[in-house]
């Protein structure tokens, strides 16, 4: 049985090699506002996160994860370039029964630099992968930043991106939404009757035909959706091709150095992928320059798309063989997450956390 | 003593107990009707709990009672893994609600979930916050828009007269149970046409958790054999 003073010993160690590699310990509170978390992560948090309420703050959230804290305390009073390492208990609620952890500790390591991106990703990944080394991990690697590239290049109207934007992170309603552009998936029929009825009368005129006006979205907010839709059914479907390479890109699975080929092919078909590429290019020099083999690290174009964080470019994890534990370690790039919380301001930054309770089971502690 | 809850007043309990008369086991209050106290009849070592019927998931999952009487919807709602601490013994036909979600009549633009999720969208850039929908299911709700990938939305919390929200300016669209629909009708609200988030209808539920000794287990077969059941593995 791993005893929690083992778990600690494991996390003090890991802790010490991440100071060891420049990094500085910070604090975060174990109780935060709520409102932030869900501001970000949305409802589905609530369901993950266990919620409390205090009498003068409101609603309060067990701290589920330290990369809120670490880039809020960051974004208020930090160095620019800084690194930065954490330890402490985090927070989950399971909802189903079982041995899943409701409270562990994890170790973190977070950089924040605007120097060399691909340099600090690879560097990330190499230290994790180095104090893991004797596990026999897994590792597992995507890049959401090609991704979001694709989308982004997509010969279609800017309203059809965002909303595929918005959903990178919820694979699902992605996948439907790409579909109807790509006219793969028919149109529902209350859009189509809804569209018929607005060809004859002004969305006015319809919303007062439907009755008597109730709630907060007032009738310009409804009229405008309603001009949207005509737009839309107006928009040509993505064309096939361009369709095609979407549709491969989200199952692409390789090593990491195939991969890296295979999106060079596919780049003169899709051009605005092309700085995306590069990057990931130059990333994998910089992990091969840190003792990593790309010739067999996996690479996944989707990966992290379901992790419930805003990773927006590199990401990352470390697995066990038994497909039942959760990842021994994971991580990625979220610059984006730096721009919300920022306000105004923003700041490239990469990071991960190790979960040393996983450690200590799987060295038989 | 093998302690079965059932609804303690009302429309419920009423039909509660006509579904064990027709199958050869009376129930019945005790004392005048405002005692929470009953009986049964016909059968030995069965003890009647009188109970909310929003607290019946809570004591079987507590295993202080060994069957009881409550909604689809309130044990799903109620409890995590609800199927890992409860068994259905039978759908008893009567109760029938759907769980769904409605908006305003006068949103033309909104028909289905998809049409939900990008109104929200529109409505959190242009007011600031995330759509707001009211409710007493929230984990019913939650896990179906999270699994449909509905992002920006937040549910309120409501206990009651929920259609009423929307009026109120509290909540944009509501998630409910309705029958009818005439309540929803009255309050100028619809229900998205692929919303049906579950069908639920008053069931007879046992507890896992409860203490099955030899005597209770030997008067669960007798009863279940009196209603027709089949006896579950234990």
């Given at each position: 049985?791993?005893?929690?003073?083992?778990?600690?010993?494991?996390?003090?160690?890991?802790?010490?090699?991440?100071?060891a590699?420049?990094?500085?310990?910070?604090?975060?509170?174990?109780?935060?506002?709520?409102?932030?978390?869900?501001?970000?992560?949305?409802e589905?948090?609530?369901?993950?996160a266990?919620?409390?309420?205090?009498?003068?703050?409101?609603?309060?959230?067990?701290?589920?994860?330290?990369?809120?804290p670490v880039?809020?305390?960051?974004?208020?009073?930090?160095?620019?370039?800084?690194?930065?390492?954490?330890?402490?208990?985090?927070?989950?609620?399971?909802?189903?029964?079982?041995?899943?952890?409701?409270?562990?500790?994890q170790?973190?390591f977070?950089?924040?630099d605007?120097?060399?991106?691909?340099?600090?990703?690879?560097?990330?990944?190499?230290?994790?992968?180095?104090?893991?080394?004797?596990?026999?991990?897994?590792?597992?690697?995507?890049?959401?930043?090609?991704?979001?590239?694709?989308?982004?290049?997509l010969?279609?109207?800017?309203?059809?991106?965002?909303?595929?934007?918005?959903?990178?992170?919820?694979?699902?309603?992605?996948?439907?939404?790409?579909?109807?552009?790509?006219?793969?998936?028919?149109m529902?029929?209350?859009?189509?009757?809804?569209?018929d009825?607005?060809?004859?009368?002004?969305?006015?005129?319809?919303?007062?035909?439907?009755?008597?006006?109730?709630?907060?979205?007032?009738?310009?907010?409804?009229?405008?959706?309603?001009?949207?839709?005509?737009?839309?059914?107006?928009?040509?479907p993505?064309?096939?091709?361009?369709?095609?390479?979407?549709?491969?890109?989200?199952?692409?699975?390789?090593?990491?150095?195939?991969?890296?080929?295979?999106?060079?092919?596919?780049?003169?078909?899709?051009?605005?992928?092309?700085?995306?590429?590069?990057?990931?290019?130059?990333?994998?020099?910089?992990?091969?320059?840190n003792?990593?083999?790309?010739?067999?690290?996996?690479?996944?174009?989707?990966?992290?798309?379901?992790?419930?964080?805003?990773?927006?470019?590199?990401?990352?994890?470390?697995?066990?063989?038994d497909?039942?534990?959760?990842?021994?370690?994971?991580?990625?790039?979220?610059?984006?997450?730096?721009?919300?919380?920022?306000?105004?301001?923003s700041?490239?930054?990469?990071?991960?956390?190790?979960?040393?309770?996983?450690?200590?089971?799987?060295?038989?502690? | 003593?093998?302690?079965?809850?059932?609804?303690?007043?009302?429309?419920?309990?009423?039909?509660?107990?006509?579904?064990?008369?027709?199958?050869?086991?009376?129930?019945?209050?005790?004392?005048?009707?405002?005692?929470?106290?009953?009986?049964?009849?016909?059968?030995?070592?069965?003890?009647?709990?009188?109970?909310?019927?929003?607290?019946?998931?809570?004591?079987?999952?507590?295993?202080?009672?060994?069957?009881g009487?409550?909604?689809?919807?309130?044990?799903?709602?109620?409890?995590?893994d609800?199927?890992?601490?409860?068994?259905?013994?039978?759908?008893?036909?009567?109760?029938?609600?759907?769980?769904?979600?409605?908006?305003?009549?006068?949103?033309?633009?909104?028909?289905?979930?998809?049409?939900?999720?990008?109104?929200?969208?529109?409505?959190?850039?242009?007011?600031?916050?995330?759509?707001r929908?009211?409710?007493?299911?929230?984990r019913?709700?939650?896990?179906?828009?999270?699994?449909?990938?509905?992002?920006?939305?937040?549910?309120?919390?409501?206990?009651?007269?929920?259609?009423?929200?929307?009026?109120?300016?509290?909540?944009?669209a509501?998630?409910?149970?309705?029958?009818?629909?005439?309540?929803?009708?009255?309050?100028?609200?619809?229900?998205?046409?692929?919303?049906?988030?579950?069908?639920?209808?008053?069931?007879?539920?046992?507890?896992?958790?409860?203490?099955?000794?030899?005597?209770?287990?030997s008067?669960?077969?007798?009863?279940?054999?009196?209603?027709?059941?089949?006896?579950?593995?234990?």
């Open positions: 049985m791993t005893t929690k003073s083992a778990i600690r010993a494991q996390a003090e160690t890991l802790f010490a090699a991440f100071r590699a420049g990094a500085v310990p910070v604090d975060a509170d174990i109780l935060l506002p709520a409102e932030t978390l869900l501001d970000l992560y949305g589905d948090i609530r369901a993950r266990y919620v409390t309420s205090d009498p003068l703050r409101g609603e309060m959230m067990l701290r589920p994860d330290f990369t809120v880039v809020q305390a960051h974004m208020a009073h930090g160095a620019d370039p800084a690194r930065y390492c954490y330890m402490g208990e985090v927070f989950r609620k399971q909802d189903h029964l079982g041995p899943r952890a409701s409270e562990y500790l170790v973190g977070e950089v924040f605007r120097a060399a991106p691909e340099l600090a990703d690879a560097q990330v990944f190499a230290l994790f992968a180095r104090l893991l080394s004797d596990l026999t991990l897994r590792p597992a690697t995507g890049d959401i930043g090609i991704l979001m590239a694709a989308v982004r290049g010969s279609t109207t800017d309203r059809r991106k965002a909303a595929l934007l918005r959903h990178i992170w919820r694979p699902k309603r992605f996948r439907a939404l790409l579909d109807r552009f790509a006219g793969r998936a028919p529902p029929e209350a859009r189509i009757t809804l569209l009825r607005l060809a004859q009368d002004t969305p006015e005129a319809l919303i007062a035909a439907a009755g008597t006006f109730t709630g907060l979205r007032a009738p310009e907010e409804i009229a405008a959706r309603a001009a949207a839709l005509i737009e839309d059914s107006a928009t040509a993505i064309a096939a091709p361009e369709a095609a390479l979407l549709y491969d890109l989200l199952s692409l699975e390789a090593p990491a150095q195939a991969a890296l080929t295979h999106l060079r092919g596919i780049t003169p078909l899709l051009p605005a992928i092309a700085p995306a590429v590069e990057r990931f290019a130059t990333r994998l020099e910089a992990l091969n320059a003792g990593i083999d790309t010739m067999t690290l996996p690479f996944q174009a989707s990966h992290g798309r379901t992790s419930l964080e805003y990773y927006d470019g590199f990401v990352f994890s470390f697995h066990a063989a497909p039942t534990l959760p990842p021994v370690a994971s991580g990625g790039r979220y610059d984006a997450l730096t721009a919300v919380l920022g306000q105004g301001r700041i490239p930054a990469v990071g991960g956390v190790i979960r040393p309770g996983l450690v200590t089971a799987l060295r038989g502690g | 003593m093998l302690k079965i809850g059932v609804p303690s007043k009302g429309r419920l309990q009423e039909l509660t107990f006509q579904w064990f008369g027709n199958h050869g086991v009376t129930m019945r209050q005790t004392g005048n009707d405002r005692e929470y106290s009953g009986a049964v009849d016909g059968i030995d070592g069965v003890e009647l709990v009188l109970l909310s019927a929003g607290e019946i998931p809570r004591e079987l999952s507590a295993g202080r009672i060994h069957l009487v409550t909604g689809t919807d309130l044990i799903r709602d109620k409890l995590a609800w199927d890992r601490q409860v068994t259905s013994l039978a759908p008893l036909g009567f109760g029938h609600a759907d769980l769904i979600i409605a908006v305003p009549a006068v949103w033309i633009d909104v028909d289905t979930v998809d049409d939900l999720d990008a109104a929200a969208s529109a409505f959190r850039a242009a007011h600031g916050f995330r759509l929908i009211a409710t007493k299911y929230h019913l709700v939650r896990d179906f828009l999270t699994a449909q990938g509905v992002a920006d939305y937040q549910l309120v919390d409501s206990q009651g007269a929920t259609e009423g929200t929307i009026r109120n300016l509290t909540a944009e509501v998630a409910d149970i309705t029958s009818s629909g005439e309540t929803l009708r009255a309050n100028h609200l619809k229900i998205l046409s692929d919303a049906l988030i579950l069908q639920s209808q008053a069931e007879l539920f046992l507890s896992r958790q409860a203490d099955w000794d030899a005597a209770t287990r008067t669960l077969t007798d009863l279940l054999r009196r209603l027709s059941l089949p006896v579950p593995a234990l």
